[in-house]
């Protein structure tokens, strides 16, 4: 009767098995999951923030053609979204150039940049490390051991800020070889008119049903064809089975150890993710009542050898006046560890210095002030390569098993990372990875 008892009573439902899931909702975890669904695979997106995007995120309050507080525009003419932008009808505009080409100090106001005596110092550095045959080290490391002086060394520091890495912080070999590879690479920028975040929200109409928001994975459970993704989703305890999986994640929070891997990562794989670093910028904005510094023919200024960079986003026939503030490095340290309010208010005393004569406090309407470092998501704005690093990206690309797949902008070759463009490109390759496995065509 026993026996009778349990073959009569109600058997517990299998678990729904999805192709692939998607972890992360920006444009990597995006990417893969609408071309891996076109395909025609069951596809599920897990996104721990409450909105698509990941680092791209544009405000429309209080302007209406949008403030982006994380990605700012599409890098060149050739970058591999304009394929993209077209497809979904997004509207551009190109930038003009440098708008930070002032400098300002307390003792000296503002001036423009000695770029002779800079060129002179670039020079020379790159006549050393030609000759140079040693292993990698920091950039910093090396500017002391090819005696640049102190003032030389701090001069030059943009080449490393420009990662949003400081000097003592960054591969050599990285800043050498990728720079040229990036000014090569760069012609003109363009602004996503509307801003980014609608790129992403018009990525996602095609998704719908298959993102879920608010889904902070806890652990990941895999092996061969099989993978288990425990989340806590509105406060709930979920776990979402798939066969294989695409890992977006950030590498600062990769570096966290959570969400947990079971069995851990291979050596290999964990080598790969501690080869990068994720860089510190903190981005602000300030809304004014007139265009106080267009007043003094200022579009923007660096301070602190780059690491404080404020300028007007905006070409002259659009936008409102907003001035905003792309803090690199120690300087963006500085503002999170204030915390967002005391942060905002060190910002506006650097442009109340500044233009001493205006009281900028008076005129101004909005601000904000987005801290990256202290996103509990990214922890950071984007990867830059640390001693001994170079070469890693491609191996954190390298899929494990055929089970757990990497994209991502960490994950793409100079000078792609670091961009919108690069994270695209990961997505459109993890996809192609998926499909070449299963035998299905990857165009």
Not at 390 to 413: D, M, N, W
Request: glycine residues 10%; charged residues 25%; negative net charge.
């Amino acid at each position: 009767m026993a026996s009778a008892g349990a073959l009569l009573a109600p058997r517990q439902p299998s678990p729904r098995v999805h192709d692939v899931v998607v972890l992360g909702a920006g444009m990597a975890g995006l990417t893969a999951a609408r071309r891996l669904a076109k395909a025609g695979l069951d596809v599920v997106v897990l996104e721990a923030r409450d909105r698509v995007g990941g680092r791209m995120h544009t405000l429309t309050d209080p302007t209406p053609h949008g403030i982006e507080v994380g990605a700012q525009v599409v890098h060149g003419s050739r970058a591999d979204t304009w394929e993209l932008l077209r497809e979904l009808g997004t509207e551009t505009r190109p930038i003009g150039g440098a708008r930070r080409s002032m400098s300002w100090s307390k003792d000296r106001g503002f001036y423009k940049r000695d770029y002779k005596h800079y060129g002179q110092v670039v020079e020379r550095i790159a006549a050393e490390f030609s000759e140079y045959r040693g292993g990698d080290m920091s950039y910093e490391a090396f500017l002391e051991k090819i005696g640049l002086t102190t003032e030389e060394r701090e001069l030059v520091a943009d080449e490393a800020l420009g990662w949003a890495s400081e000097p003592d912080e960054i591969s050599l070999r990285s800043v050498m070889e990728d720079n040229p590879t990036w000014e090569a690479y760069l012609d003109v920028n363009y602004q996503v008119v509307g801003g980014y975040s609608g790129v992403a929200a018009k990525m996602a109409e095609e998704l719908d049903g298959k993102i879920y928001l608010s889904s902070v994975i806890d652990s990941i459970e895999w092996k061969r064809g099989n993978v288990r993704i425990n989340v806590t989703r509105e406060g709930r305890s979920e776990t979402v089975h798939a066969e294989r999986a695409v890992v977006t994640l950030p590498i600062g929070v990769l570096q966290t150890g959570k969400p947990s891997f079971s069995p851990a990562l291979p050596e290999w794989k964990r080598k790969s993710i501690d080869a990068l670093r994720m860089g510190r910028v903190v981005v602000a904005h300030f809304l004014f009542d007139r265009y106080f510094w267009r007043e003094q023919e200022i579009r923007g200024f660096m301070a602190r050898a780059g690491r404080i960079s404020i300028y007007d986003p905006h070409p002259d026939e659009s936008g409102m006046p907003v001035l905003m503030g792309w803090i690199d490095g120690t300087a963006a340290q500085e503002l999170s560890n204030l915390g967002i309010e005391d942060g905002k208010a060190r910002v506006l005393e650097w442009i109340d210095t500044a233009f001493a004569d205006v009281d900028v406090k008076k005129h101004l309407k909005w601000s904000n002030l987005r801290d990256w470092i202290a996103d509990p998501y990214s922890l950071g704005c984007y990867s830059f390569t640390r001693p001994g690093g170079k070469g890693q990206r491609a191996v954190l690309a390298t899929p494990i098993e055929e089970s757990l797949y990497f994209a991502g902008e960490a994950t793409v070759e100079p000078p792609h990372y670091q961009t919108v463009h690069g994270a695209y490109r990961s997505g459109k390759r993890a996809a192609r990875e998926i499909l070449a496995g299963l035998g299905m065509a990857t165009d």
